[in-house]
């Protein structure tokens, strides 16, 4: 099912033994569009810190509920290096992290839009991890930032960011909801990463290959309703683009 970014900020994240704090933020990888990590505001019990947890230590979330539960102790997670998430995060860092917690290493595996296969780190390799792949680029963009960047279509500007669409099941970021503001007022759209031509981070723009007079009358998005694999397939049709399921 496809869940806005939007309601899910405040969820509570539930370790083995008690509550660990709530989300604030979520990164994504901006090469293949999945949630890498929640930023997780644990200052009710650990004062001026927020920590990273990766959705690969989910249970089962409880949507009614509103929380995550975690495979992770309230010990752990005190204990874990402190990042500041108020900064780009360096691959140094994550590795960092995903040694202590023993996660997968993500980077590993390529492909936009797939989940890669858990690659977990050995005893023998911890620590060993070459200084070239530190340094690499994280790709890791924060949603809270990346909301309101205005988006671009071919012609003009139809509106800015205001919520992603994310697979409860991959964490893939599916859609970009577009609010079209005073260009088209009261509607919201759709807009698939696979149609982003470019993204300029530095002016907080995002650039789509689509039409402006083509996105006019494409269908309309409404948050109240669940959008289903009919109206996914809508959409694609009507834009004549090939569908990412099949």
Not at 88 to 108: A, V
Not at 119 to 136: A, L, M, N, P, V
Request: a negative charge; aromatic letters at 14%; hydrophobic letters at 35%.
């Amino acid at each position: 099912m496809l869940r806005n970014i939007k309601n899910l900020f405040g969820y509570k994240i539930h370790a083995r033994d008690g509550n660990i704090g709530e989300v604030y933020d979520f990164f994504f990888d901006d090469e293949t569009w999945a949630v890498r990590y929640l930023v997780v505001d644990v200052e009710t019990w650990l004062l001026n810190r927020k920590v990273l947890i990766s959705p690969a230590v989910f249970g089962q979330p409880e949507w009614e509920s509103r929380y995550f539960p975690v495979t992770l102790t309230q010990q752990q997670v005190k204990n874990s290096p402190d990042i500041d998430t108020h900064k780009p995060i360096s691959r140094q860092h994550q590795i960092e992290l995903h040694n202590y917690y023993g996660w997968p290493l993500y980077w590993h595996a390529g492909g936009p839009y797939n989940i890669p296969p858990v690659t977990y780190i050995s005893e023998t390799e911890r620590g060993k991890t070459s200084t070239r792949e530190d340094e690499r680029d994280s790709h890791l963009r924060s949603m809270r930032e990346v909301k309101n960047y205005h988006i671009h279509a071919i012609g003009g500007e139809i509106g800015h960011v205001s919520d992603f669409l994310v697979d409860d099941k991959t964490w893939v970021v599916r859609y970009i909801v577009v609010d079209t503001g005073s260009w088209l007022p009261g509607k919201k759209i759709l807009i698939a990463p696979l149609w982003i031509d470019k993204v300029c981070w530095e002016e907080s723009k995002v650039y789509v290959d689509l039409p402006k007079e083509m996105i006019k009358n494409s269908p309309k998005y409404d948050p109240s309703i669940p959008v289903s694999r009919e109206c996914e397939i809508a959409l694609y049709e009507y834009y004549c683009r090939q569908k990412y399921w099949v």
